[in-house]
T-cell receptor, first 115, second 107 residues
């Protein structure tokens, strides 16, 4: 099993450009998450999808959109990138849905720089 | 979801036990306590979780106080590879990571 995979690993954008970060998991998990991590900070939740077909805002959703394409894939889109969105983006997944605890498995991250 | 308070940094001698404290005074009855660690800029790695009882696995032990307002992660024999940032998290669907404890294991 590959676990949680993210593409691309690195990306440089100019202000105003758009892009989509891809995330896929092969563990048949129901829930998926997108976080960002700024230098010296902990991770902050952007959006999550408790199950296929549902998405909810997290702590810092402004400037982002998400799509739960199917059970395996959860994408994060920046419509008009800003320098404040320079960060490392992590995707995670968990079994959840009926499971009382929420052990999340994380991908390796995408390092995004917006100039 | 409840938030947590952890010391900013700690040192531990190699081979000794590392005890990492966490306060979560606003935890609600059905919320679990989770511990993760992050080495360099890799994705966080799950360590252990617990609800009321103390828990142990191959990586660590988790001690939760009876009132559930605080917990301690114990790495029984710290190695240099345990140098990392350790996050204590309390929550359900939404995790609040905070800034964690930067643990340095000293040779």
């Amino acid at each position: 099993n590959a676990g949680v995979t993210q593409t691309p690993k690195f990306q440089v954008l100019k202000t105003g450009q758009s892009m989509t970060l891809q995330c896929a998991q092969d563990m048949n998990h129901n829930s998926m998450y997108w976080y960002r991590q700024d230098p010296g900070m902990g991770l902050r939740l952007i959006y999550y999808s408790a199950s296929e077909g549902t998405t909810d805002k997290g702590e810092v959703p402004n400037g982002y959109n998400v799509s739960r394409l199917n059970k395996r894939e959860f994408s994060l889109r920046l419509e008009s990138a800003a320098p404040s969105q320079t960060s490392v983006y992590f995707c995670a997944s968990s079994v959840r849905e009926g499971q009382s605890y929420n052990e999340q498995f994380f991908g390796p991250g995408t390092r995004l720089t917006v100039l | 979801d409840a938030k947590t308070t952890q010391p900013t940094s700690m040192d531990c001698a190699e081979g000794r036990a590392a005890n990492l404290p966490c306060n979560h005074s606003t935890i609600s009855g059905n919320e679990y306590v989770y511990w993760y660690r992050q080495i360099h800029s890799q994705g966080p790695q799950y360590i252990i979780h617990g609800l009321k009882n103390n828990e142990t696995n191959e990586m660590a032990s988790l001690i939760i106080t009876e009132d559930r307002k605080s917990s301690t992660l114990i790495l029984p024999h710290a190695t240099l590879r345990d140098t990392a940032v350790y996050y204590c998290i309390v929550g359900g669907n939404q995790f609040y990571f905070g800034t964690g404890t930067s643990l340095t294991v000293i040779p």
